[in-house]
């Protein structure tokens, strides 16, 4: 509602505004889970690869059972790996040396090493 | 923290679904495995020792269609379950039973009618053996899912499980069979739908093709997905 | 003497495990050996079955079948069982031999001997009733067959009040039905001249039968005439005892759910909606009348069949209560057949069969499981076999 201090204000605010510690200079000792959900879609190459094959075939699966496989394999692969991720995940295992950890592990770490004053 | 003790069938149901706890809806709890009954499972787990071990293993009780026949067929049990309704299971298994009997009488008056010895070789006469191939036709290999974007409802094409696949083919089959004429009978109807799926043809292998040329058609919605 | 000695021996070589034969031995028409496999046979002439036979299969020539039993006499399960199978095979039991073998050595000089059928529901008393059918047949017996009482007592089609009897009830439409049944069973000997009428016979006014007319008119007076058919019957009953007893035909009385003669509830309802009793139904009269033993040169082969009565009253299967008391006394002394379940030997010799036709696929332990299952009742592992 920047409006409102707009009508109550008199005359030009002086620049440089003086910094008011409202709330504490402080981070968060917790990560939020919000931004974790990867768009990343899986098998969608293999299923470009299916489309394509039985459109030639006129929906014939007997034709393309090379390409099918392969799809329902990289489907079964990427939820098995899913769910040993969130096996991992649900008992705090922290692995050294890792890229990018889960909301879960980091909340964990920073738990093990608080930011006190 | 409690940790499951990794059992023979236990591990059987890690390979299989990575859906659901072993628990799920059951009376019981997660630690009493489930009952082996068939005659050959049972010997095979004496000579190995394992009977043993097992033995002292809190056990479900089996269910009344668990039986140790030697008919005693898991596809067949999950059809009977899913043409019941109302928990009529007598019905349901009565109806798969005549429909066994129609398939039989079908492929016999085929057999019957063919001169020709390699012809007649053919012709499946085995009832199960054709529900099985049916089904097999009738699995789709991917789904169409509602994805709502910027106000708009997709249906954005998706891979499926091997379990929901298997359970739209008995959906639509069984919904095949009661597509019929009033003087007709379900279990009449249901055997035709079932050889004719068996041979690729049919209305229910015509619902999966249908759906795969759906798929097709929204393949570029397919980017759509959150996975 | 010594022929029979190596068919016994032959018996007890049955083997255990069952005979899955090449595709080509489906069609039987060319086997010389009596025996072609344990449980087969090639004699198919009801004449020469005998004990040696008992577990066997027969075939029925399709000629023989559709002569005797267009109108009915087999169960319509075993019809469908019979156009699946592409062939009409009877087993040969024991009931049934016994009962052809004494039809073989009765006196017929001496009164006529009557046969009871008994046994639980689903052992066979039909079918051995349709092969003595086929033996009379064969053997130039008359026949006089009522494939089912209940279907007259408790599903009959129109009933109307008897012009000939005060307080009957007459079933025209299945009288004349039977008519043509027994007209198209015997049609060979109602050609023959000597089965004349022995009295006149007087329908209404105008109409009448004169004596020593052949009984062939009779008939036909009864299908043409349905207004008379129940009454047509009951003289027809008596025709035949008269012929019988002078010796010009020999007669088989069969009749299947003899019971049903009985019992005092059947589905027939007077106009005020009461329940009539057989005795007042004009035909029960005619069937009665042919199971007594006033007469000679006949035989009366009969079953007493739960299924004939009411659903709330099948508590036991013996004679003595589905007959009751009036049946049990009109039918004294009677020979009394159990039909029994299937022995070891039959038994395999039915899963042979059913796997020879390719209508059960061989399978290990399949015989010891559908054994248990089907407590060696027939029927009862007709229906098992079904969904295998």
């Not at chain 1, 969608?44 to 799809?71: D, H, P, Q, T, W």
């Not at chain 2, 069938?9 to 009376?27: D, I, V």
């Not at chain 3, 070589?13 to 005979?19: F, H, N, Y």
């Not at chain 3, 739960?306 to 003595?320: G, V």
Request: charged share 25%; glycine share 4%; hydrophobic share 35%.
């Amino acid at each position: 509602m920047r409006i409102l201090p707009a009508l109550w204000a008199r005359g030009n605010p002086k620049e440089p505004v003086p910094f008011q510690e409202i709330l504490p200079l402080k981070l968060r000792p917790f990560v939020s889970g919000k931004g974790d959900k990867t768009s990343n879609v899986c098998c969608l190459y293999e299923m470009s690869l299916v489309f394509g094959c039985l459109k030639e075939n006129e929906f014939k699966e007997s034709a393309c059972g090379r390409e099918i496989k392969s799809f329902q394999e990289c489907f079964t692969n990427y939820n098995k790996q899913k769910y040993i991720t969130k096996e991992r995940e649900a008992k705090g295992i922290l692995t050294p040396g890792e890229k990018r950890l889960p909301y879960r592990q980091l909340n964990k770490l920073l738990r093990m090493y608080p930011n006190e004053k | 923290m409690f940790t499951r003790p990794l059992l023979l069938s236990s591990k059987l149901e890690l390979t299989r679904c990575f859906k659901f706890p072993q628990n799920g809806m059951s009376q019981y709890p997660s630690y009493y495995i489930k009952p082996i009954y068939s005659n050959d499972k049972q010997t095979d787990l004496i000579k190995s020792g394992e009977a043993q071990k097992l033995a002292h293993v809190p056990t479900r009780a089996a269910l009344n269609d668990q039986t140790s026949s030697i008919y005693h067929d898991d596809l067949i049990c999950l059809l009977v379950n899913y043409l019941m309704k109302d928990g009529n299971k007598l019905l349901a298994r009565d109806l798969v039973e005549k429909t066994m009997e129609k398939i039989k009488r079908v492929q016999l008056e085929k057999y019957h009618k063919l001169a020709n010895e390699e012809e007649k070789e053919k012709v499946v006469l085995n009832p199960r053996a054709i529900i099985h191939q049916a089904i097999t036709n009738v699995k789709p290999i991917l789904q169409l899912t509602p994805i709502k974007r910027g106000g708009v409802t997709y249906q954005v094409p998706v891979p499926i499980t091997d379990r929901r696949s298997q359970f739209l083919s008995m959906k639509w089959l069984i919904e095949a069979g009661n597509e019929k004429e009033r003087t007709v009978r379900f279990y009449d109807q249901f055997a035709y739908e079932l050889i004719d799926a068996a041979n690729n043809t049919g209305r229910a292998v015509k619902k999966k093709q249908d759906l795969h040329k759906q798929c097709e058609m929204n393949r570029a919605y397919a980017h759509y997905r959150w996975s | 003497m010594l022929n029979s000695l190596v068919r016994r021996s032959l018996l007890r070589k049955v083997p255990v495990q069952p005979i899955i034969l090449p595709v080509a031995h489906l069609s039987l028409e060319t086997q010389p050996l009596e025996r072609l496999q344990s449980f087969r046979t090639s004699e198919n002439n009801p004449l020469n079955h005998s004990d040696d036979h008992i577990g066997q299969f027969y075939t029925i020539p399709s000629e023989h079948k559709k002569k005797l039993f267009l109108y009915g006499g087999l169960p319509r399960s075993y019809d469908t069982q019979t156009k699946t199978f592409n062939e009409s095979c009877l087993m040969i039991r024991k009931p049934s031999v016994d009962v052809i073998n004494c039809l073989r050595h009765v006196d017929y000089s001496k009164p006529a001997v009557r046969f009871i059928l008994y046994g639980k529901k689903g052992q066979g008393k039909s079918l051995s009733l349709a092969h003595i059918i086929h033996y009379g047949y064969s053997a130039g017996f008359l026949i006089v067959h009522v494939p089912w009482v209940g279907g007259w007592l408790r599903r009959c089609q129109e009933s109307s009040i008897s012009e000939f009897k005060p307080g009957c009830i007459d079933t025209n439409l299945d009288a004349a039905a039977w008519l043509v049944h027994f007209k198209h069973q015997n049609s060979h000997l109602l050609d023959n001249p000597d089965l004349r009428t022995t009295q006149d016979h007087v329908w209404s006014k105008r109409e009448s039968t004169p004596k020593d007319v052949p009984l062939g008119e009779l008939v036909d007076h009864g299908i043409n005439r349905i207004k008379f058919a129940s009454q047509c019957i009951v003289v027809l009953a008596e025709e035949i005892k008269q012929l019988s007893r002078e010796g010009k035909c020999k007669t088989l009385v069969v009749v299947d759910g003899f019971n049903g003669f009985f019992y005092p509830n059947t589905r027939i309802l007077t106009e005020k909606k009461e329940v009539v009793h057989p005795k007042n139904v004009t035909v029960t009269e005619a069937f009665l009348n042919l199971s007594r033993f006033d007469w000679k040169n006949g035989a009366a082969v009969v079953t007493v069949d739960e299924l004939a009565i009411a659903e709330k009253d099948h508590i036991s299967h013996f004679p003595r209560y589905l007959l009751g008391r009036d049946g049990f006394e009109h039918m004294d002394p009677f020979v009394p057949v159990a039909v029994p379940t299937y022995t070891k030997l039959e038994f395999t010799s039915c899963m042979d069969y059913y796997r020879e036709r390719r209508w059960v696929l061989p399978l290990d332990g399949q015989d010891e499981e559908l054994q248990f299952l089907s407590a060696m009742n027939p029927y009862r592992l007709m229906l098992l076999c079904n969904s295998v």
